[in-house]
């Protein structure tokens, strides 16, 4: 609780905030970018699942970012004033709100994959066993994500930007060496393509923690009792709008994919690519944005 962005000038404080979430949204961008690449090497149908992830990573990132915004201003709010009771309330009730809301995306997620899987007809373009395992990876990897992006989002309202950086870093690095390991050394396939995602993942977790520590950033929660009702209503009518907005380009992917599946794999896989170029194009503006 050292450097205040609110003493600063308005452009270095958007500057400061926003590189980091920029950083981090490429990088989530380059996690479905690789899969591209490396479920290639399997076969063309292969690069359709991407696809069908697409708006799901999308969703994903709205309830992260609608989450991570409220934490940030909050944290930045009681740092600024220096209010270290404000500061342990927003820890402590950002803690919760994320770990009981990524828990229960999880679960609606995995219950609601079947009717997923047969709405996009998945056994008639790669099987049901590929769309499953890639779906459950990646809703396997929801709670890790939510994780870092509570790490980061405290660490910035306190000033440092760094572990953004870090984890984001650490996740994609990681993700791709187990990769590019399976694909030299063992099998290449979807099941291990999607294991690396939920490893990595873990593993941005725990190194992001460890550098936090050295930076001796108070993140971690306590039993102490600072949860506020308050807080938390606070934290959700931040939160809801920056989720709706962002919900929008799910429900736009989602209808596109859903005019376009009946074309078959290389149409979707095609959508795939393109869909990789949008994305990073708009991501400059989400960052400044939020």
């Known amino acids: 609780m050292s450097r205040n962005l609110t003493s600063e000038p308005i452009g270095k404080g958007i500057l400061r905030v926003s590189v980091p979430i920029?950083?981090?949204?490429?990088?989530?961008?380059?996690?479905?970018?690789?899969d591209v690449f490396f479920l290639g090497r399997i076969s063309e149908a292969s690069i359709a699942l991407v696809t069908y992830i697409t708006p799901c990573l999308i969703i994903g990132y709205a309830f992260i970012d609608g989450l991570s915004?409220?934490?940030t201003v909050l944290a930045g709010r009681s740092v600024g004033a220096g209010d270290e009771m404000e500061y342990f309330r927003v820890r402590n009730c950002g803690f919760v709100v994320i770990l009981t809301s990524?828990?229960?995306?999880?679960?609606?997620?995995y219950l609601g994959l079947p009717l997923v899987r047969s709405a996009v007809n998945a056994s008639s373009l790669f099987g049901n066993d590929s769309f499953t395992v890639y779906a459950t990876c990646f809703i396997l990897s929801l709670v890790p994500?939510?994780?870092r992006a509570y790490q980061s989002s405290l660490c910035a309202g306190s000033g440092y930007t760094m572990p953004?950086?870090?984890?984001?870093?650490?996740?994609?690095?990681a993700k791709i060496s187990l990769e590019a390991l399976a694909w030299k050394y063992s099998e290449?396939?979807?099941?291990t393509i999607g294991t690396a995602t939920v490893v990595a993942m873990w593993l941005s977790v725990f190194l992001t923690g460890f550098y936090i520590r050295r930076l001796k950033v108070n993140i971690m929660p306590t039993l102490d009792p600072f949860i506020s009702l308050e807080t938390m209503r606070t934290i959700f009518t931040i939160a809801l709008p920056v989720m709706a907005g962002n919900l929008l380009?799910?429900?736009e992917a989602a209808v596109t994919i859903g005019f376009l599946n009946g074309y078959g794999s290389s149409t979707m896989a095609?959508?795939?690519?393109?869909?990789?170029?949008?994305?990073n194009i708009l991501f400059p503006i989400i960052a400044i944005g939020s």
């Open 249 to 251: 380009a799910a429900i």
């Open 69 to 71: 915004i409220p934490l």
């Open 270 to 279: 095609a959508l795939s690519l393109i869909e990789r170029f949008r994305t």
């Open 102 to 109: 990524s828990l229960s995306l999880t679960v609606l997620a």
């Open 188 to 191: 290449l396939n979807v099941t």
């Open 22 to 34: 920029f950083c981090s949204v490429l990088i989530n961008s380059l996690w479905l970018s690789s």
């Open 164 to 173: 953004s950086y870090i984890g984001s870093a650490v996740f994609i690095s």
């Open 145 to 147: 994500w939510c994780l």
